[in-house]
Structures are given as C-alpha cells and as structure tokens.
C-alpha cells in the first residue's frame, strides 16, 4: 500500500511538470492578425479555428497558434488558434514528427532546444494539417505524453557541381610566357583543382565549433531538467515517509500519555505519603505488577516517539531540500 502511494505521488510530481510543457485550452480573447505567412480573407482578421479541425485543413489553408503574455503576470498567458490562408511560406522549414499524432502537436508547446524552460515556447507555430511550422527554425523540439520528440525539417540537399575545363577554352589556352596573354581575364578560365581559401576554412572551423558549443549547453540543459524531475520525485518520496514516521511518533506518544495518566492517578492515591509513593514503587500493587514496571514503559514509549519525530524531521528536510533543488534547476 504505501509503496503505492509512493509510485502514485512520484508519478503526479512528474505528470505535473510535463503538463506545463503543453496547452490545456485555447481561451485568448484577443483578435487573430496576418502575417505574410497566413492572410486573412474576412475584414482583415484571422478566424478562430477549432483544435480539433486543425487536422483536416484543405489545401491553400493555414492555422497559427498565437502566444499571448502578460507582461504584469507571468501566470496569465494565454493561446488561440487562428485560421486562413496560406501566405509564402518558402522562408520557413516544414517539420514533421514521425510516429505523432498530428493532434497531440496542435496542442504541444514548441521549443528550439530541449531544455528550455516551460514558458520559453515559441510565440507563433503554424500548421497547414500536415507539418508544423516556426520562423526561424529548421528543427524544434516539443514534448508528448511528457516525454521530449523532435520535430525534423526536410533540408533539401543543395546540389555541388564539379566545374571541369571544357574543350573550348582548352583552345584558348594562353602560354604564360606569350605577351598577348598578361592583361587577359584569367578568371574565365575553368579548373577542377582545389582552390585554398583560409577565411572560408576559418569559417566553416568557427561555425562547426559554434554549433559543438550549443550542442554542449542543450545537453546542460536537458541535464537540469531531468536532475529537477529527479529531485521533485526524491521529495514526492520524503515526504511520504516523512507522514509514516509522524504516524507512529504520534502512536508512541499516545501510549506514553495513556501510561502517564496511570501512574498519576495510583501517585495521587498515595497523596502526599512518602511510605505510600515508596512502597507502590517496590512492592507493586496486588503483588502483580509495580510502578516502576509502569516508568519503564513509559521511558521506552518516551524514547520510540523521539525516535520517530527525529526521523520524520529528517525526511521532511530532505523534501524541502529538494524541492528547493528542483525550483531551482527548472528556473535555471
């Protein structure tokens, strides 16, 4: 049973944080603009669109999925999707996911790397019914059923041509040691000999180091946040037993009253008689049991609910460790 419980806590700590990285419900209230990506065809104003016929646009259609935020409160953002049509699209890069169902990404926040923070989405995401769009971005990353997918953009290969020198300008050769050839245009001249250029040597260097470093603080981030779920889970999991232990710190300390209201009831008895007090102690009442059976008892009890309090203070400062732990590295 508890390790139930267990497994159901630590499973809605990490359902929680996974559902921030998707929109439960479309609910802005604010008026859908074109852009030179979707244009509206009705008073100059996109159309609200239902999620769930996002889908099954036709062709020539297009919907936006719009971020709205409030500058003076973080809590208060807020999504719609618009509908119309599609505008020149060519600058951006259509980008599927295989294996998802195209409804889950209506509704799934998309980000440019893993990592981000939960409120670092896109802005505007577009959606034609078969592939996802976002300004900027060859690829994205979005999360479905809490788990991370990436979203991939066909790059069409660019073709290289391999230039050779051609029949004709082997008749044109000009002799460098021939007068007629010094103020001649050389560059006409073709060659498949490869040509040393440094600055696009260091180029291509400074860019492949550009992207190793963004490689680099991806994987960081992704480390954060999984070592936040991973501290958010470890809090779920103290602050179960920590409650198991102030159950039975409260039983001991109940037992430890209960004998505590026995022995003043025989002490008051006795009153104030020292002989009386002395020979309960000792001799015990009915010659069955003494009071100093009854301390006993009562100093074990004593003991076992100290016990308890110390170990469920410890697993409650472990949770509040934590979870201080966690906020941090999701905020990070």
């Not at 002799?175 to 050839?181: I, K, L, P, Q, R």
Request: glycine letters at 8%.
């Amino acid at each position: 049973m508890k390790r139930s419980i267990l497994w159901a806590l630590c499973l809605s700590v990490v359902s929680a944080f996974a559902g921030s990285y998707d929109i439960s419900e479309f609910e802005a209230k604010e008026s859908g603009s074109p852009d030179e990506y979707i244009t509206a065809e009705f008073g100059g104003e996109l159309k609200v669109a239902p999620a769930d016929e996002v889908e099954s646009l036709q062709n020539g259609r297009l919907v936006v999925r719009q971020k709205f935020e409030d500058p003076f409160d973080a809590d208060a953002t807020t999504y719609q999707l618009y509908q119309g049509g599609a505008g020149d699209l060519s600058s951006m890069t259509a980008m599927t996911a295989e294996g998802v169902d195209y409804s889950k990404l209506v509704t799934a926040k998309v980000y440019a790397r893993r990592g981000m923070d939960s409120n670092k989405d896109v802005e505007k995401v577009y959606f034609d019914g078969k592939s996802v769009f976002a300004p900027g971005l060859s690829s994205a990353v979005v999360f479905i059923d809490g788990e991370p997918v990436t979203l991939k953009g066909d790059a069409a290969e660019e073709p290289v041509a391999a230039a050779t020198a051609s029949s004709s300008n082997d008749d044109e050769y000009c002799d460098d040691d021939d007068e007629d050839c010094e103020d001649e245009d050389l560059s006409k001249y073709k060659t498949s000999a490869p040509v040393a250029n440094s600055d696009a040597d260091d180029r291509d260097y400074a860019a492949s180091e550009a992207a190793d470093v963004g490689d680099r603080f991806g994987i960081a981030d992704e480390v954060r946040f999984w070592s936040a779920v991973g501290l958010s889970a470890l809090a779920a999991a103290s602050i179960v037993l920590g409650i198991t232990q102030h159950k039975k710190s409260n039983e001991a300390k109940d037992a430890y009253d209960t004998m505590d209201e026995l022995y003043s009831g025989i002490m008051d008895m006795c009153g104030n008689d020292k002989g009386c007090q002395q020979a309960v102690l000792e001799k015990g009442v009915s010659g069955v049991w003494t009071v100093q059976n009854l301390k006993n008892r009562m100093d074990t009890n004593k003991k076992t609910q100290d016990s308890y309090a110390t170990a469920r203070n410890i697993w409650f400062g472990i949770a509040g460790a934590s979870i201080a732990g966690a906020v941090v590295l999701f905020v990070w």
